[in-house]
T-cell receptor, first 109, second 115 residues
Framework: GQQVMQIPQYQHVQEGEDFTTYCNSS?????IQWYKQRPGGHPVFLIQ?????EVKKQKRLTFQFGEAKKNSSLHITATQTTDVGTYFC?????????FGKGTTLSVSS | DTAVSQTPKYLVTQMGNDKSIKCEQN?????MYWYKQDSKKFLKIMFS???????INETVPNRFSPKSPDKAHLNLHINSLELGDSAVYFC??????????????FGPGTRLTVT
């Protein structure tokens, strides 16, 4: 079945460093969404990408959708302690709803 | 006002018991979901209802039975609980059908511990 592979599984950075998480699929994705889950919390929608090569920014967060629509990335510039949590990519194609396994980010000050 | 609410927040029970988790959304959404998040934080879809109709029914033991009395409510009943059922269960809702690319709103989760 369809899978979305997400790497790395864990990332620890010093406050101020950059962070990137990647999602890859063997098949073309119609769209990709990104969610953030704070420790002890629930997933919260961040953004959706639909178009090939699309780039969207939210303050220090930059989201990209690959030209072939088989990969996506989330980049955080100058991480802050408020960025800690697990970031998930998500794809829905019809009734197939697939979350990546998530990248857990920890930040030390 | 809480958009998606779940009760209870914590549930500790013994193997073999039957328990229910309730979910309500006040967003006016047509679609609701149940997800299971295991200890490694892997989120897996279990069920989805659209306007009280079951539209996604993943490979889940038949001890799990969802029920949607109306489009604002989706409950999950679990029979004969097993140790492996221990997880966090999230309810979610979205405006329209899965595949229509609408964002999902998640409830706070129910942490189920089976002893």
């Amino acid at each position: 079945g369809q899978q979305v592979m997400q790497i790395p599984q864990y990332q620890h950075v010093q406050e101020g460093e950059d962070f990137t998480t990647y999602c890859n699929s063997s098949t073309t994705l119609s769209n990709i969404q990104w969610y953030k889950q704070r420790p002890g919390g629930h997933p919260v929608f961040l953004i959706q990408l639909v178009k090939s090569g699309e780039v969207k920014k939210q303050k220090r967060l930059t989201f990209q959708f690959g030209e072939a629509k088989k990969n996506s990335s989330l980049h955080i510039t100058a991480t802050q302690t408020t960025d800690v949590g697990t970031y998930f990519c998500f794809n829905q194609a019809g009734t197939a709803l697939i979350f990546g396994k998530g990248t857990t980010l920890s930040v030390s000050s | 006002d809480t958009a998606v609410s779940q009760t209870p927040k914590y549930l500790v029970t013994q193997m073999g018991n039957d328990k229910s988790i309730k979910c309500e959304q006040n967003l006016g959404h047509d679609t609701m979901y149940w997800y299971k998040q295991d200890s490694k934080k892997f989120l897996k879809i279990m069920f989805s209802y659209n306007n009280k109709e079951l539209i996604i029914n993943e490979t889940v033991p038949n001890r799990f039975s969802p029920k949607s009395p109306d489009k604002a409510h989706l409950n999950l009943h679990i029979n004969s609980l097993e140790l492996g059922d221990s997880a966090v269960y999230f309810c979610a809702s979205s405006l329209n059908l899965p595949g229509d690319s609408y964002e999902q709103y998640f409830g706070p989760g129910t942490r189920l511990t089976v002893t």
